[in-house]
């Protein structure tokens, strides 16, 4: 949507907002900066990057407040849940809603009129457009542009094409456990350095986050970043195990999209403005949390 306001072929926008975790894979960052240097640059388009801070840091750090992501949990009686995602509201709808506050001249708590809003462009393709949700805010108006060209996942990733952008990276946490097997297998293939960095997370918040933990506030069971909660360095990424697919198999209409989605990911994953319309349930109430 950027490229295609600034080549005119939709209006020209205010701004681009970007809400960045801290922990981006470099590709993305790198990709960011030449979104930027090449196309909002050149057609005067700020892109403001806003932060809520380093979710990676955050959940190792005893003294700060976590945002949970959603974890896989095995409790100790072998039952499976998950930890409840808060992490999308913290790190990337917050920071957003902050600066529109600010570009709009009301910054938080002032009341905002009724008639001042921002028209906030969401980049939903045809082939989701069940994701294409209003705003929950007044101040907000979502429009989706790619939905009202009648474009599709192909077209986008055509337009791209034409511009030299065929690797345009998936944006998302470098460990958020909504990746499927090609993500792992991805990052593990062709970034050893960022593979060790999600391995150690992923072993570090075994127990839980850090602060739940320093607060006495224990989990019960152990978290993992991998759906089949087994330690990611031993995780069957590289295919769909004998026990998974008969795991899986007890349910056969399902069979089918439960290991697309162990390939490719959770569909929805966490953009921001199109919240998956399930959300994982809560395996004991918050991460980290024993009661
Ligand atoms: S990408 Fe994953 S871990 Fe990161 S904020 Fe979104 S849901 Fe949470």
Partial sequence: MLALSAEGILPKIDYAIFADTGWEPKAVYSH??????????????????????????DALDPDRRFASMPLYILNKDGKEGMTRRQCTGEYKIKPIKKKVRELLGYPHPARIPRDVFVEQWVGISTDEFH?????????????????????????????????GLADTPKSSCLGCPFHGNQQWRNIRDTSPEEWLDVVAFDAAIRQGNARANASGNRLLGQAYLHRSRVPLD?????????????????????????????????????????????EPESAQGDFGLAS
């Fill in 32 to 57: 960011l900066d030449r979104l930027e240097r090449e196309i909002a640059k050149p057609a005067r388009i700020p892109i403001l990057r806003v932060t809520s801070g380093n979710i990676r840091n």
């Fill in 131 to 163: 994701r294409a949700k209003d705003a929950d805010v007044r101040y907000m108006r979502n429009r989706h542009p790619l939905i009202d060209m009648g474009w599709s996942r192909s077209d986008c990733i055509r337009y791209l094409s034409s511009l």
């Fill in 234 to 278: 031993e995780a069957p990424i590289d295919h769909v195990t004998a026990a998974e697919w008969a795991a899986r198999q007890q349910n056969l209409d399902n069979r089918a999209s439960v290991v697309e989605e162990l390939e490719t990911g959770v569909v929805d994953g966490c953009s921001p403005w199109a919240c998956r319309g399930a």
